[in-house]
């Protein structure tokens, strides 16, 4: 079955990094793009990033571009998340989840379908 | 960007009902739109992926429907497991959330 485990949460000060990585198993990590998506103490879910398949395309959202930088690494199952210059608003539980890609339109587009539990990250002075 | 927008922010239902709760798309997601659960403290779980697809295992009481900009996710008769936060998330270009749907017990 599949399984996400989340690790490398923790408190960190305001301007710091931290690196959270997720362990991937119980399917081919290598044929699905990975993502991070986060929640914010009471609040909705946020996407963070994606990383593609085989490791050659990211994207991030607005929040975190240029702060965050996503990688994986398909020897191992592992995706990972490297979080610089961290703010007090991006503290949040951080999820990783797996992609699932529909490409029969000629075009791909992919949706998550299996999440980890979670992981807490509390950025604060 | 595409934004989502859910509709209602809470609903209170009773066990046995019928409820509805609406996901609008800034703009045009074909059908690219799936639909989430989540209880306090747990992983979202999915539901429903192409509007309409019902995930493996997932009871036949809940449905999606909808394409272009406006969807639905219906539960025909509420089970006092169902009592949870649905989020709508459009993956036609990146991905983005609604802001979720507290569904709570009447």
């Known amino acids: 079955q599949v399984q996400l485990v989340e690790s490398g949460g923790g408190v960190v000060q305001p301007g710091k990094s931290l690196r959270l990585s997720c362990a991937a198993s119980?399917?081919?990590?290598?044929?699905?793009?990975m993502h991070w998506v986060r929640q914010a103490p009471g609040k909705g879910l946020e996407w963070v990033a994606v990383?593609?398949?085989?490791?050659?395309?990211?994207h991030y959202a607005d929040s975190v571009r240029g702060r965050f930088t996503i990688s994986r690494d398909n020897s191992k199952n592992m995706v990972s998340l490297q979080m610089s210059s961290l703010r007090p608003e991006d503290t949040a539980v951080y999820y990783c989840?797996?992609?699932?890609?529909?490409?029969?339109?000629?075009?791909?587009?992919?949706?998550?379908?299996?999440w980890g539990q979670g992981i807490q990250v509390t950025v604060s002075s | 960007d595409i934004q989502m927008t859910q509709s209602p922010s809470t609903l209170s239902a009773s066990v046995g009902a019928r409820v509805t709760i609406t996901c609008r798309a800034s703009?045009?997601?074909?059908?690219?739109l799936a639909w989430y659960q989540q209880k306090p403290g747990k992983a979202p779980k999915l539901l429903i992926y192409?509007?309409?697809t019902l995930e493996t295992g997932v009871p036949s009481r809940f449905s999606g429907s909808g394409s272009g900009t406006e969807f639905t996710l219906s539960i025909s008769s509420l089970q006092p497991d169902d009592f949870a936060t649905y989020y709508c998330?459009?993956?036609?270009?990146?991905?983005?959330f609604g802001q979720g749907t507290k569904l709570e017990i009447k």
């Open positions: 989840a797996k992609d699932i890609a529909d490409c029969t339109s000629g075009a791909c587009y992919a949706h998550l379908d299996y």
């Open positions: 119980g399917f081919t990590f290598s044929n699905y793009g």
């Open positions: 990383v593609w398949y085989d490791g050659n395309n990211k």
């Open positions: 703009q045009s997601i074909n059908t690219y």
């Open positions: 192409k509007a309409s």
């Open positions: 998330q459009q993956y036609y270009s990146h991905w983005t």
